[in-house]
C-alpha cells in the first residue's frame, strides 16, 4: 500500500490566505521531492530535500523536511490563483538503493479569487 | 528540445486489445520510468529502466511490460487490455536515476478501457 501519505486530500483557499500541505512517510526517507501538477498537466518538480530538519523557499512557498526524515510540509503564503493545481510528495525510502519513489496521492488545490 | 514525448495523447480500447504506449527524450538520460496516475493514488511505479538494456519491475507492473529500445526510447505495452486499466500513463526520466535526481515528466497518455 501507500507509504507515503499526503494530507489533505483537497484544500479549498481564498485568494491571499495561507496554507500547508503536509506529507508522512512511515519510513525514514533518503530525500523527498515536491512536484506541481497543473490541471491537465504533467508533474513539473519544484524543490528536494535532503538533510534533517532542512528548510527551503522558492518566493511564496517554504518547504521543511522533517529532523527525523519521516515527514515534510508545503507552505504557500498569500496564495494566487497561480497556484492551483496538484501538490505531490515524493520520497525515495533510506533502505533503497536506487531511486524508486514513493508518490503521494497529492493534494488538490483550488483557489477562489 | 522537446523534452519528454509520449505517443498516443488518448487512446480507446476494448478489454482484450493491446497496445503499446511510445516514450522518447531527447536529453540524453540514462533512466526512464512508466507511470499510472489514478484519482486519489498519485503516481505508482510500473516499470523502470536505469539504463539503456536494463529493466526493472516497480510497484504495479502486472499486466505490464516495457522495452528499453535505445537510450532515447522506452516502451510500455498492454498485451490484453482490462477495465482496471483505464488510467493516465506518464512516462519520465532523470540523468542518471538516483534518488537525489530529478525527473521529467512527459505530458501523458489518457488510456480508457471498454
Known amino acids: 500500500g501507500q507509504q507515503v501519505m499526503q494530507i489533505p486530500q483537497y484544500q479549498h483557499v481564498q485568494e491571499g490566505e495561507d496554507f500547508t500541505t503536509y506529507c508522512n512517510s512511515s519510513?525514514?526517507?533518503?530525500?523527498i521531492q515536491w512536484y506541481k501538477q497543473r490541471p491537465g498537466g504533467h508533474p513539473v518538480f519544484l524543490i528536494q530535500?535532503?538533510?534533517?530538519?532542512e528548510v527551503k523557499k522558492q518566493k511564496r512557498l517554504t518547504f521543511q523536511f522533517g529532523e527525523a526524515k519521516k515527514n515534510s510540509s508545503l507552505h504557500i503564503t498569500a496564495t494566487q490563483t497561480t497556484d492551483v493545481g496538484t501538490y505531490f510528495c515524493a520520497g525515495t525510502r533510506a533502505t533503497d538503493s536506487w531511486g524508486k519513489f514513493q508518490f503521494g496521492a497529492g493534494t488538490q488545490v483550488v483557489v477562489t479569487p | 528540445n522537446a523534452g519528454v514525448t509520449q505517443t498516443p495523447k488518448f487512446q480507446v480500447l476494448k478489454t482484450g486489445q493491446s497496445m503499446t504506449l511510445q516514450c522518447a527524450q531527447d536529453?540524453?538520460?540514462?533512466?526512464m520510468y512508466w507511470y499510472r496516475q489514478d484519482p486519489g493514488m498519485g503516481l505508482r511505479l510500473i516499470y523502470y529502466?536505469?539504463?539503456?538494456?536494463?529493466?526493472d519491475k516497480g510497484e504495479v507492473p502486472n499486466g505490464y511490460n516495457v522495452s528499453r529500445l535505445n537510450k532515447r526510447e522506452f516502451s510500455l505495452r498492454l498485451e490484453s487490455a482490462a477495465p482496471s486499466q483505464t488510467s493516465v500513463y506518464f512516462c519520465?526520466?532523470?540523468?542518471?536515476?538516483?534518488?537525489?535526481?530529478?525527473?521529467?515528466f512527459g505530458p501523458g497518455t489518457r488510456l480508457l478501457v471498454l
Open positions: 519520465a526520466s532523470s540523468v542518471a536515476g538516483g534518488p537525489l535526481e530529478t525527473q521529467y
Open positions: 519510513t525514514t526517507l533518503s530525500n
Open positions: 536529453m540524453n538520460h540514462n533512466s
Open positions: 529502466s536505469a539504463s539503456e538494456g536494463t529493466t
Open positions: 530535500l535532503v538533510k534533517s530538519g
